[in-house]
């Protein structure tokens, strides 16, 4: 089993049904939750008009490739009626794979570590929550160091918890 750590996010419809349905999701594909992050309210970035997301993490377990590991995470987006219109806009559900194990990839489709988590404080402070010791394999900084370093000021209120996590 390899350990890794996904971004979820909704920003459409019942957005904490759908962080939800992602999480059992992805456990029906093979990726077990080992921690859940709480739920954080967050404002959208880049394309600024359109409804707060919210935001967690998680870190799971998993025998998949990082290839069938992505695979499997458009298939549960695509299960949570996800409608891509275009790079950032809203979405029911998104998910990011942000670390595989202490692998480095780099290449067309997939790069891991996820290449802007360390830019994005939605993604550090979950992240930070559930694992803030976990040590990013390319700059070899912590997860707690990543976010107090992090340029991004954006507001990230904390939202509650899922249901199975409470």
Do not use: W
Not at 26 to 53: K, M, W
Not at 76 to 97: C, M, S, W, Y
């Amino acid at each position: 089993m390899v350990r890794t750590f996904l971004s979820l996010g909704s920003n459409i419809g019942d957005r904490q049904m759908y962080l939800q349905s992602g999480v059992v999701g992805l456990a029906n594909h093979g990726i077990y939750t080992i921690r859940c992050a709480s739920l954080y309210s967050t404002e959208p970035r880049d394309v600024l008009n359109q409804p707060r997301f919210l935001n967690t993490a998680i870190e799971a377990e998993t025998v998949l490739t990082p290839d069938e590991l992505l695979s499997a995470c458009l298939e549960v987006e695509k299960e949570n009626q996800r409608i891509r219109h275009g790079a950032k806009g809203p979405r029911t559900l998104d998910i990011d794979i942000i670390f595989y194990g202490d692998e480095v990839l780099g290449g067309a489709g997939l790069i891991i570590p996820h290449p802007r988590f360390a830019l994005r404080r939605f993604v550090l402070v979950p992240l930070a929550e559930i694992a803030p010791q976990f040590i990013d394999p390319l700059s070899g900084n912590t997860i707690v160091r990543l976010l107090e370093a992090c340029p991004d000021r954006g507001g990230v209120r904390l939202a509650g918890r899922l249901q199975q996590f409470s």
